[in-house]
Nanobody, 116 residues
């Protein structure tokens, strides 16, 4: 099963930008769509953005026009460019993928904090 490792989180002021990265390692055979989720304190984990193997993307309404997801299949890496950040974007961001349509893998999460 694949291992996912996120990086790029941190503290930023409202209106600023961050870029998250998630690299897949180990058994990377047949990785499907890759996603970013986030979970704020006291809230359920929510899907932020998805990118398929061929590059089709989908976004939560709350981040449309501000976040961009992309992937580099040669590097087995997915990115999340986050612009115009708001305090309500503060959360732990998790990378996720499914292999062979069956096995779910999650990263350990990276904290994003947006100050007002």
């Amino acid at each position: 099963q694949v291992q996912l490792g996120e990086s790029g989180g941190g503290l930023v002021q409202a209106g600023g930008s961050l870029r998250l990265s998630c690299a897949a390692s180990g058994n990377t055979f047949n990785i499907g769509a890759m996603d970013w989720y986030r979970q704020a304190p006291g809230k359920q984990r929510e899907l932020v953005a998805t990118v398929t193997v061929v590059g089709t993307t989908k976004y939560a309404d709350s981040v449309k026009g501000r976040f961009t997801i992309s992937r580099d299949n040669a590097k087995n890496t997915v990115y999340l460019q986050m612009n115009s950040l708001r305090p309500e974007d503060t959360a732990v961001y998790y990378c996720h993928t499914i292999q062979a349509g069956i096995w779910h893998s999650w990263g350990q999460g990276t904290q994003v904090t947006v100050s007002s």
